[in-house]
Each structure stands twice: as structure tokens, then as C-alpha cells.
């Protein structure tokens, strides 16, 4: 949204089926869906406060409606912008758009464990090629501690929830595996606040 939209934005041809046409009607998909992401991350956290049968029905009702609002939201970008980023964008643009992204999701008051997860589908060599054309030498550093911190968490989550859930079997519901595993999450990793949570990662793309 605050990358990609306004550059299309920008190399409008004026017409009523141009770029700008497009944009607003992916905003408004965006627009809808963040909304219910919201209401859903509101309830999630009244979930984890109190963990009742309620409280669960909510966030699975709440999830419910999220999803497919999301689901339009991706697929309008998809269906919308493809035809007009082929039409304008260069391969400058790619390196400037990515050069970009990189700062939007290092520096304040964004977290930067975002931008360590939206590059851990690369392997090992593609990420520190990647890092290194687009970061400078400074934040390419504070980045390398970062990534360490958040995957070594992030696998750790992972691990406890499989083994919480071999454990529990029959004996453990799944409201309380899902508190457990809450409150077994690394301290030293800093709460994203709720404006600011993956969801929002999804729109900057």
C-alpha cells in the first residue's frame, strides 16, 4: 500500500480503466479486509486473557470472516495490477522498489524480525546476496544479530508447540495447548503492536 500503490499510481495513463482505477479498487478490498483483521487480532488477545469456550467461538467466528475478505483483497491485486506493472515497470524499478521495502521494514516504528521473516523462504546464499545489494553495511549487520535472535525464537516456538502437542493428546484441549505455547514465547523478542502486525506486511508487498 505505501510502496507499490502510490508508484502505480504515479504512471497513471488518465484513462478510467488506468492504474489509478485499479489501485482504488485493490484499496478498498485492502480497506475491508484490515478491518476484520483488526476485530480479529482484538479478539485473539481477549482469547489469550481469558481463555474460554466464548472467547474461543469469537476468534473462530472472527477468523472465519477474515479469511475470505483477505482472499479478495490478494486476489483483486492479483487480477488488477499484474497487466499495468508489466506495462511500466523496468528493472531499475525493481532494484529501487526492493531497496525500499528493505528500509520501509528496518527503521522505526517498524520490527525488524518483519523484514527477517519475509526473506526466511530464501535459502541461506540467496538471502545474503539479497541482503547485501540492498541493504548498506550498518543496518546489513544489525540485521545479521536480529535474524539470529528471531529464528533461533521462531523455531523454538515451533518445536514447543510439536511437542505440546504429542503430549497432550486427550488430556490437553486445544484452547489450553494454544496458551501454553502463548506464554512459552521468548520475552527478548518485543511485542508487534496490533496496527503494526503481519497483516500490514501483506499490504506493503
Sequence with gaps: VEILFPWLEKIDDGTSSGAQADVGKARHAGRIAETAFTKFCTLVENFIRHPTESSCREVTSALHSFVPKVSTYFADKESLLPSHIAKYYTERDKRDQDVVVCEYFFNPPRE????????????????????????????????????????????????????????????????????????SKDESIEEVPRSKRSFRWGLSA
Excluded: C, E, Y
Excluded at 157 to 178: N, P, V, Y
Design 112 to 183: 525488524r524480525s518483519s523484514l527477517v521473516l519475509l526473506l526466511n523462504w530464501m535459502d541461506k546464499d540467496r538471502r545474503s546476496s539479497f541482503i547485501a545489494a540492498h541493504l548498506k553495511p550498518g543496518p546489513r549487520a544489525q540485521l545479521s544479530k536480529v535474524q539470529r535472535k528471531v529464528l533461533h525464537t521462531h523455531d523454538r516456538i515451533l518445536s514447543d508447540f510439536r511437542r505440546k502437542a504429542r503430549a497432550g493428546g486427550s488430556r490437553t484441549s486445544g484452547l489450553h495447548s494454544a496458551v501454553a505455547i502463548n506464554q
